[in-house]
């Protein structure tokens, strides 16, 4: 059985969800506030997190990049901020789905399914290309004694580049591979964690290798 973690501040919503969830099939922990939830996360392993931004002793941006230091659990943001900014936030600090609140409980189930499906069809197999090791295992890039940690979506996205060298990935097809494609996804959502990759990619001197071909999509 799945178990979610959910982080939210709200009485009645922690209720209403832990309850939904328990019988849409998952186990739930919904943890004291008082408590360090990066220990929480630690001692309770959970397959995913649902995460509100708005929460009394730290705000749930800074405490995704907390967790992101240690654990690649799936993340989704849950809240009442409705703005732009603040998903492109929520995504920049690690965050792998961001749902506004009011939300609708089997649209949220859907969502959970989809990226706990994701995340399970993960290949163990390692994968080279020039010399870049990337490690599914333990969700690791590896270049000249170097190393990145990526999240569930970089790894998925560096994984399927590299099945595919010299082959131009066009984003609706990068999309697709990644969230199932029967949820609809902002297109900027994949312009988000291909910045990121790129970034981390740079810090251990991979530079340049994934290219944008303007108005087609994605090349290595």
Same mark, same amino acid.
């Given at each position: 059985m799945k178990q979610i973690l959910i982080i939210e501040?709200?009485?009645?919503?922690?209720?209403?969800?832990?309850?939904f969830l328990n019988n849409a099939g998952y186990e739930t922990v919904v943890p004291d506030l008082q408590q360090d939830m990066t220990d929480v996360v630690n001692e309770t392993y959970p397959d995913l997190i649902l995460l509100d931004i708005n929460l009394p002793y730290?705000?749930?941006?800074?405490?995704?990049?907390?967790i992101r230091q240690f654990s690649q659990t799936p993340i989704i943001f849950i809240t009442a901020r409705d703005?732009?900014?603040? $998903? %492109?936030?929520?995504?920049?600090?690690?965050?792998?789905d961001y749902i506004r609140k009011p939300y609708n409980l089997p649209v949220l189930i859907a969502r959970i399914e989809a990226l706990l499906r994701r995340t399970d069809k993960r290949d163990d197999v390692s994968i080279?290309?020039?010399g870049i090791l990337l490690d599914p295992i333990t969700a690791t890039m590896l270049y000249n004694g170097s190393s990145a940690e990526?999240?569930?979506?970089?790894?998925k996205i560096t994984y399927y580049l590299f099945q595919h060298p010299g082959k131009i990935i066009p984003?609706? $097809? %990068?999309?697709?591979?990644?969230w199932d494609n029967h949820i609809h996804i902002d297109d900027n959502t994949l312009s988000v964690h291909m910045t990121r990759l790129r970034e981390k990619m740079g810090q251990i001197g991979v530079k340049g290798l994934i290219r944008t071909k303007r108005g087609?999509?994605?090349?290595?």
């Open positions: 501040d709200d009485e009645i919503i922690r209720s209403e969800l832990s309850q730290q705000d749930g941006y800074t405490l995704c990049r907390q703005t732009a900014m603040d $998903e %492109l936030n929520g995504l920049m600090m690690g965050g792998d080279e290309y020039h990526l999240s569930k979506t970089e790894l984003r609706i $097809e %990068l999309i697709e591979f990644l087609m999509g994605y090349i290595i």
